[in-house]
DNA sequence: AACTGTTTGTTCGATTATAGAACACAATTG
DNA sequence: CAATTGTGTTCTATAATCGAACAAACAGTT
């Protein structure tokens, strides 16, 4: 019998790996779980899924409402705070210029291996179209303006060395040259973005972009905005 | 030998405990860690650290740079997304609203044992102000006005039984029967900050903030758009 | 109302799997 | 070459697990 044989993650430590388990199952569901329901979705024992909630609450990662019901605590803020900091800040200004000169929701996403997570997101003044792009929201690096750009900053051999699994997307290419990728209707139906690559000394292949229902620039002024943006961010993290 | 002789918390699962350790230095400290360096800050073994941060980054949240050295990983921001959402969703609006009609940086700050966390926050159209407050940081509750706010929503009787090693400030009561908090040069020298409490069902008590540098508006004009915004943010939350 | 059955939160102790330390070797970097 | 780091061993003490048991809240029934 293998440890870690039910376990989805074969990772070595058994208990830190559930521990992160329910921090993503808190995540995922919308709402707070009594903590018989959270060791369901575990599939482990109620005392165990008990014992491991006292020990994340002990660190503000989980608090627990009236009902005594479970959900996710301000100490992942806490954390999070680290992610990217370099480019967290140096990109915010340039988002909020972005945002509210093209009237377009702006955000910076970050390369996950198959996925692409959204960083940072600056919403236009005059915010009339709904925000779209939340901070931690995950898409398919395979879909979307800000995953194609992302594997834009690789050529097609490169990538498919670095990454076996996921195909190189013909857009990619197409982009590369171009120097931005756009899509339409990919993540979100009726939604538009384009993106650039960026690219940070020490840290993850990132894109910056933007997202439109309905563009009132022409594609190609969009992109210049975000390339000059882009160059500023990468200037400013040497 | 009592276990978790050494570890400062003395939660049930220490392995857990340290991996949650290990991202908390990381997201502190605010550059990349070598394992040597991260292992000798959490006064475990290298094999040890090694162990952890192999299990941490299988879920994304750490990632290695070139160089072998680690920071905090994208799955941080995936987890921190849950916290508080509807609180998240519900204030960006109006922290955007409130930010360029005062501008000022808006933010919501939620209670944390001895601490209020920033959760979200807004920087104003013009920003020609530096952004001080930033998402995931920290301030003692004793400290400004959003501290104060949250105390403010208490009694002092029921604040003393609440958290009995923590002093209920006179402000708080001067601010609980004024509506709203303010301070000045308290957390950071030169900065004011207004505040407003903010209480949501099911979810920590917290507060509505604004900071600046010099007022261009009366404080109780500020007061009196905090406490608007507040109330429409609790009347979506139900 | 009292009684009973059910569900949930919590605690406890024995068993066993698991983490931790030390060692060794490869791969790097200066 | 030396020094640091990445990676894998092995073995034993320890810490996590499991299951059961206790406590408390709540619903239904007589």
Redesign the pocket.
């Known amino acids: ?4 044989a039910g376990t989805a993650q074969a990772s ?7 521990g992160i388990r329910a921090l993503e199952i808190l995540a995922e569901a919308q709402q707070p779980l ?4 959270l060791a369901d979705a575990m599939g ?5 899924a ?5 020990t994340l609450e002990d660190h503000s990662l989980l608090v ?1 409402d009236d ?3 479970v959900q996710p605590g301000p100490g992942l803020a806490v954390l999070a705070r680290g992610v990217s900091r370099n480019l967290q800040t140096a990109a915010l200004p340039e988002l909020t210029l972005l945002a509210n000169t093209l009237t377009m929701s702006a955000f910076v996403a970050v390369w996950d291996r198959e996925e692409c997570v959204t960083l940072v997101t600056v919403d236009p003044r005059h915010s009339g179209a709904a925000v779209v792009q939340h901070p931690g929201s995950r898409h398919p690096i395979s879909a979307g303006a800000p995953g194609i750009a992302i594997q834009s900053a690789f050529p097609e051999q490169e990538w498919r060395a670095l990454v076996p699994g996921i195909p190189y997307r013909s857009e990619a290419a197409e982009a590369r040259h171009r120097g931005y990728a756009a899509s339409h209707d990919e993540v979100i139906p009726g939604v538009s973005s384009i993106a650039v690559p960026l690219r940070v000394p020490g840290g993850r292949p990132a894109a910056l972009a933007v997202v439109y229902i309905r563009a009132a620039q022409d594609p190609d002024e969009v992109a210049a905005a975000l390339t000059e943006a882009a160059r500023r961010i990468e200037a400013q993290l040497g």
Do not use: D
């Open positions: 019998m293998t440890p870690n070595p430590s058994q208990t830190l790996s559930r009594t903590i018989a329901e482990v024992h109620r005392s165990v008990y014992r491991i909630l006292r627990r009902g005594g019901r």
